[in-house]
């Protein structure tokens, strides 16, 4: 056995899991997405800066503001999940390095007047932390549908004002309906993305 | 109980994995690495294009290359693991398009000539299988410790020419050796992180 992660776990969270274009009705509650959250936040990024921001969109009113965002395609399954979140990185990630990487005091300044680093890093960051988070859902025994259509300039704008978050993707959240799966697209074999040298 | 994988499971891939800053000389067989890819696979891609690209480096010859490219703080770490990857996407990746995505024909022909759209995509979508990749690594028991300070521009031209592939990270995989680990650093709060709307 090459894994340590039990087969249960390896098909909750890889082989089994889906990403689902309908749900049922059962809400997502407080206390999943904060046992998610809880463990998203162990995952590793650079100098434990983690980035990543999350917006619950909780009400029919900021629900309705986010459908009139998303790509047409999107627009029923991000009106009908039982949760969707927005999520994306803090421009600013580096106001918390005191906090965070408190052995490299100073670690902050070097960044102060590096806007475009910050959004390099910030943005390559935040997104390992979507996958660790996409996982950690699925550890949730939920499904995640993350979507990369919508009018991204539109959706800052409008749920961040001139603030420093910026999306990076839109991902509903809940327990699948029917018909939620397409049929499995092929997967790329281990020799079509792997080289040894 | 507001998460469905098992509490071992959790501390395997999220509690208790840690970025490991030392390696035992216990290889990582090739077995182990197929089996580690054959999760990542699964996981969620946008039109599943899978643009994660992987380098093991093996060869004494190469990996000397590469720790020529790290940085000083990098390169004891990366001389010793037992096995070091260098992962990155292709932006080249609508060439599989016909393959992965079979139910959208003519889908490929849309990014043909969208370099900078198939450069976005390719970079955010691999970094989200990076961070698929890091929990499945801790899948098989062993160590991961991602690290961003390397000389990308020496890197892409060193092992992939003028080449399609572009590194994002440079990953080190094994087994813990002594005093792997630096104190956890502090996490971010749940508030300090989610909004609700």
Same mark, same amino acid.
């Given at each position: 056995m090459s894994l340590v992660l039990d087969a249960a776990a390896q098909d909750l969270l890889f082989r089994e899991a889906r990403t689902a274009n309908t749900f049922t009705d059962e809400p997502v509650s407080e206390e999943q997405v904060q046992a998610i959250y809880d463990l998203v936040k162990y995952a590793p990024t650079a100098m434990n800066a983690q980035p990543l921001r999350i917006t619950f969109v909780r009400s029919p009113e900021a629900r309705e503001r986010l459908v009139g965002h998303m790509a047409e395609g999107n627009k029923a399954k991000t009106a009908s999940a039982p949760l969707v979140a927005i999520v994306g990185y803090d421009t600013?990630? !580096?106001?918390?390095l005191p906090k965070v #990487? %408190? !052995?490299? %005091?100073g670690a902050k300044e070097n960044f102060d007047n590096a806007a475009e680093v910050r959004h390099g890093m910030g943005s390559f960051n935040a997104s390992l932390q979507i996958g660790y988070l996409i996982i950690a859902i699925r550890a949730a025994g939920l499904a995640a549908g993350p979507m990369a259509g919508y009018d991204a300039e539109g959706v800052n704008k409008d749920f #961040? &004002?001139? &603030?420093a978050h910026k999306v990076l993707a839109v991902i509903n959240i809940g327990r699948p309906g029917p018909d939620a799966w397409f049929p499995r697209s092929p997967r790329l074999e281990y020799d079509e993305v792997v080289t040894t040298v």
């Open positions: 600013d990630w !580096h106001e918390e #990487f %408190p !052995h490299a %005091p #961040f &004002g001139d &603030g």
